[in-house]
C-alpha cells in the first residue's frame, strides 16, 4: 500500500506561482509512475504532468506545457509540481497519484505518463487563482 499527502495549495493571483508536493509512504519501492491531477467544478478530471519515477521521463498537458514542471526528490518519495504564471484557469483541487505494484511483482513496468492506470491516489489540495 502506498499513502500519498499533498500539501503547498493556497490562493495566488494570476500570474503568480505555487509549487506542490505529495509525500509518498509506505511500499513506495513498488511505484514506476506518478502524475498530477486536477478537477475544477463542474468539470472533469484532467492530468496536467507525469513522471516515470525509475527513468526520469516527464509527460505534460498540453495546455500547461511550459508554465508546470514535475519534479521527484532523490529519494524518490516526494514528487513536486511547480506551477509559474499561473492562470485563473489554473484553479482547481490537486490530487497526485501512484501508479505502484507489490511486493513480488516480476511483469514490466512502464510508465504511460498521464493514461497510466494509477492506483493510489491522494486527498488533494486547492489552488485558487484569481485574475
Known amino acids: 500500500q502506498v499513502q500519498l499527502v499533498e500539501s503547498g495549495g493556497g490562493s495566488v493571483q494570476a500570474g503568480g506561482s505555487l509549487r506542490l508536493s505529495c509525500a509518498a509512504s509506505g511500499y513506495t519501492y513498488g511505484t514506476y509512475c506518478m502524475g498530477w491531477f486536477r478537477q475544477a467544478p463542474g468539470k472533469e478530471r484532467e492530468g496536467v504532468a507525469a513522471?516515470?519515477?525509475?527513468?526520469?521521463?516527464?509527460y505534460y498537458a498540453d495546455s500547461v506545457m511550459g508554465r508546470l514542471t514535475i519534479s521527484q526528490d532523490n529519494a524518490k518519495t516526494t514528487l513536486y509540481l511547480q506551477m509559474n504564471s499561473l492562470k485563473p484557469e489554473d484553479s482547481a483541487v490537486y490530487s497526485c497519484?501512484?501508479?505502484?505494484?507489490?511486493?513480488?511483482?516480476?511483469?514490466?513496468?512502464?510508465?504511460?505518463?498521464?493514461?497510466?492506470?494509477?492506483?493510489?491516489w491522494g486527498q488533494g489540495t486547492q489552488v485558487t487563482v484569481s485574475s
Open positions: 513522471m516515470d519515477t525509475g527513468g526520469g521521463s516527464t
Open positions: 497519484a501512484a501508479s505502484n505494484v507489490p511486493p513480488g511483482y516480476a511483469g514490466r513496468r512502464v510508465c504511460k505518463g498521464i493514461d497510466d492506470r494509477y492506483n493510489y
